[in-house]
């Protein structure tokens, strides 16, 4: 998932942003209505440079490696280490196979609840050896995978699994395995994990040192697919929308002439951007939360469990919040639960909501005041969330965040915020409550801790309203 999509997602927007963007100064690309569409150029550009690159890195994991003839499995360790093996003499021991069983959430909010089972099947030279063998070191994979949405019940949940592991048993039994082209050697992925866990699960034979293969029924120069063809069209028709969207605007006369000139372009995009991040006087908690956050984020991903969205037991390892475990003296999940993620996207869109309201609450609230209501209404929204939920795991930030946007919004209505602010962000405030609460009904985002946050939040700011409002006003007298 890194190599294939994170990676050239990333990579080209760093360039683009931090340099292609200040190029396009250049260009005048400011309409009458005053509105600018550099944000559009940037995007047009980045999909230019992303997308050939996904097709690339995918045209490139296939077509690397050559096709090796053996007669039979045990001359493989004889032979130059290869990805794609042909064998002409089998045996494949369905009665020793081991499976793994994994569950894991995706889709735009964990929409989908995914099941996945992992078989291996020892493969030998001959059946008589399969009888004496203690031990294999080549084994076949086979992988089964059902979805269904996540906001099921836990019993409904149960059921459909059950359905799921009756029809992979009984697939499994009718298929031959034997009826294959080639072997793929199975690399560092997300599958390859799911087989070497089912490896672990092996009690019949010993798999020290064991090298797992994927079988392909298609013939061994179909393996590429249309991708070339797919990366030279998305590269050339990247590069000939961009060339147009260049030439269509006139040129900034000023700003073409201090490039000529060599006039160096101050970067303020970046400079804006890390005085977001860094902690400042009035803004220190909030950086910090966010770095403690990112942090965690990334030891879990450092330790193998993910990158875009992490395991369920994983998660509960880590101190995720789940009512059989909390209530059963593991309080401490309520506030460690706050810190953790279940991937990439929900730890960007929470951190991207923190960054906000943090910029407003922490100046006005100060340090001490401003990471108690943090950790207040997080907890409350864990305790929301396990009242509410018999036997879900939840994790995030997003309980205290919408804490501190209650809290916000409490101070918008009793009018504590000077006018300008209150007109402007009133409105939005209640746009971004809404809708992430609408999105919670459609399944996979834990609304009881939104709304538990939310109305902790909330009350705590009808509280202060009175006193924050007082010195808001005695500071705008001294500045006047």
Same mark, same amino acid.
């Given at each position: 998932?890194?190599?294939?999509?994170?990676?050239?997602?990333?990579?080209?927007?760093?360039?683009?942003?931090?340099?292609?963007?200040q190029?396009?100064?250049?260009? #005048?690309?400011k309409?009458?209505?005053?509105?600018?569409?550099?944000?559009?150029?940037?995007f047009?550009?980045?999909?230019s440079?992303?997308?050939?690159?996904?097709?690339?890195?995918?045209?490139?994991?296939?077509?690397?490696?050559?096709?090796?003839?053996v007669?039979?499995v045990?001359a493989?360790?004889?032979?130059?280490q290869? !990805?794609?093996?042909?064998?002409?003499?089998?045996?494949?021991?369905?009665? !020793?196979?081991?499976?793994?069983?994994?569950?894991?959430?995706s889709?735009?909010? @964990?929409?989908?609840?995914n099941?996945?089972?992992?078989?291996?099947v020892?493969?030998?030279?001959?059946?008589?050896e399969?009888?004496?063998? +203690?031990?294999c070191?080549?084994?076949?994979?086979?992988?089964?995978?059902?979805?269904?949405?996540?906001?099921?019940?836990q019993?409904?949940?149960e059921?459909?699994y059950?359905t799921?592991?009756?029809?992979?048993?009984?697939?499994? #039994?009718?298929?031959?395995?034997? @009826?294959?082209?080639?072997?793929?050697?199975?690399?560092?992925?997300?599958?390859?994990?799911?087989?070497?866990?089912?490896?672990?699960?092996?009690?019949?034979?010993?798999?020290?040192?064991?090298t797992?293969?994927?079988?392909s !029924?298609?013939?061994?120069?179909?393996?590429?697919?249309?991708?070339?063809?797919?990366?030279?069209?998305?590269?050339?028709?990247?590069?000939?929308?961009?060339?147009?969207?260049?030439?269509?605007?006139?040129?900034?006369?000023?700003?073409?002439?201090?490039?000529?000139?060599?006039?160096?372009?101050?970067?303020?995009?970046?400079?804006?951007f890390?005085e977001?991040?860094?902690?400042?006087?009035?803004?220190?908690?909030?950086?910090i939360?966010?770095?403690?956050?990112?942090?965690?984020?990334?030891?879990?991903?450092l330790?193998?469990?993910?990158?875009?969205? *992490?395991?369920?037991? @994983?998660l509960?390892?880590?101190?995720?919040?789940?009512?059989?475990?909390?209530?059963?003296?593991?309080w401490?999940?309520?506030?460690?639960?706050?810190?953790?993620?279940?991937?990439?996207?929900?730890?960007?869109?929470?951190?991207?909501?923190?960054?906000?309201?943090?910029l407003?609450?922490?100046?006005?609230?100060?340090?001490?005041?401003?990471?108690?209501?943090?950790?207040?209404?997080?907890?409350?929204?864990?305790?929301?969330?396990?009242?509410?939920? @018999?036997?879900?795991i939840?994790?995030?930030?997003?309980?205290?965040? *919408?804490?501190l946007?209650?809290? *916000?919004?409490?101070?918008?209505?009793?009018?504590?915020?000077?006018?300008?602010?209150?007109?402007? *962000?009133?409105?939005?405030t209640?746009?971004?409550?809404?809708?992430?609460?609408?999105?919670?009904?459609?399944?996979?985002?834990?609304?009881?801790?939104?709304?538990?946050?939310?109305?902790?939040?909330f009350?705590?700011?009808?509280?202060?309203s009175?006193?924050?409002? +007082?010195?808001?006003?005695?500071?705008?007298?001294?500045?006047?």
């Amino acid at each position: 998932m890194i190599v294939d999509f994170v990676i050239p997602l990333i990579f080209p927007a760093i360039p683009i942003i931090f340099y292609l963007r200040q190029r396009l100064k250049i260009l #005048n690309l400011k309409a009458k209505n005053g509105k600018t569409y550099t944000d559009f150029y940037i995007f047009i550009l980045w999909l230019s440079f992303s997308v050939p690159t996904i097709i690339a890195q995918n045209y490139l994991k296939t077509a690397t490696g050559k096709l090796t003839q053996v007669e039979n499995v045990s001359a493989i360790s004889k032979q130059e280490q290869t !990805k794609y093996y042909k064998i002409n003499r089998l045996f494949i021991d369905k009665s !020793k196979a081991s499976s793994h069983t994994l569950f894991k959430l995706s889709g735009k909010n @964990d929409t989908n609840f995914n099941m996945y089972l992992y078989v291996v099947v020892p493969v030998f030279d001959k059946k008589q050896e399969a009888s004496k063998a +203690s031990s294999c070191k080549y084994w076949l994979g086979v992988r089964y995978h059902n979805q269904v949405s996540n906001s099921l019940s836990q019993s409904r949940k149960e059921s459909e699994y059950q359905t799921f592991a009756n029809f992979s048993e009984t697939e499994f #039994n009718k298929t031959d395995l034997n @009826d294959f082209v080639y072997l793929e050697r199975v690399g560092n992925s997300e599958s390859g994990d799911g087989y070497k866990e089912a490896l672990k699960n092996s009690t019949k034979l010993n798999t020290t040192d064991s090298t797992i293969f994927i079988a392909s !029924k298609e013939p061994f120069e179909n393996r590429n697919g249309n991708s070339f063809l797919w990366f030279i069209c998305t590269l050339l028709g990247g590069i000939v929308i961009s060339l147009i969207a260049i030439l269509i605007p006139k040129f900034n006369q000023r700003e073409l002439k201090n490039l000529e000139s060599g006039k160096p372009q101050e970067n303020k995009d970046l400079k804006e951007f890390l005085e977001f991040i860094k902690p400042r006087e009035g803004y220190f908690v909030t950086p910090i939360l966010i770095y403690i956050n990112i942090a965690i984020f990334l030891v879990m991903f450092l330790s193998g469990l993910g990158f875009v969205s *992490f395991g369920g037991q @994983d998660l509960l390892n880590w101190g995720a919040n789940y009512q059989p475990y909390t209530t059963n003296g593991q309080w401490w999940r309520l506030i460690t639960s706050v810190f953790l993620h279940g991937g990439f996207m929900h730890l960007l869109s929470n951190m991207f909501g923190l960054l906000f309201v943090g910029l407003f609450l922490e100046p006005l609230l100060g340090r001490e005041k401003y990471l108690t209501i943090y950790l207040i209404t997080g907890t409350i929204a864990s305790l929301a969330s396990i009242w509410w939920h @018999d036997a879900t795991i939840s994790v995030g930030a997003s309980g205290a965040i *919408f804490g501190l946007y209650g809290l *916000f919004l409490s101070l918008l209505l009793t009018k504590v915020f000077p006018p300008q602010i209150n007109n402007i *962000f009133l409105v939005t405030t209640l746009i971004f409550i809404g809708y992430n609460l609408v999105m919670g009904l459609t399944g996979g985002i834990d609304n009881a801790a939104h709304i538990g946050g939310l109305i902790s939040g909330f009350v705590i700011g009808l509280f202060m309203s009175k006193s924050l409002k +007082s010195e808001e006003q005695k500071i705008s007298k001294r500045n006047k």
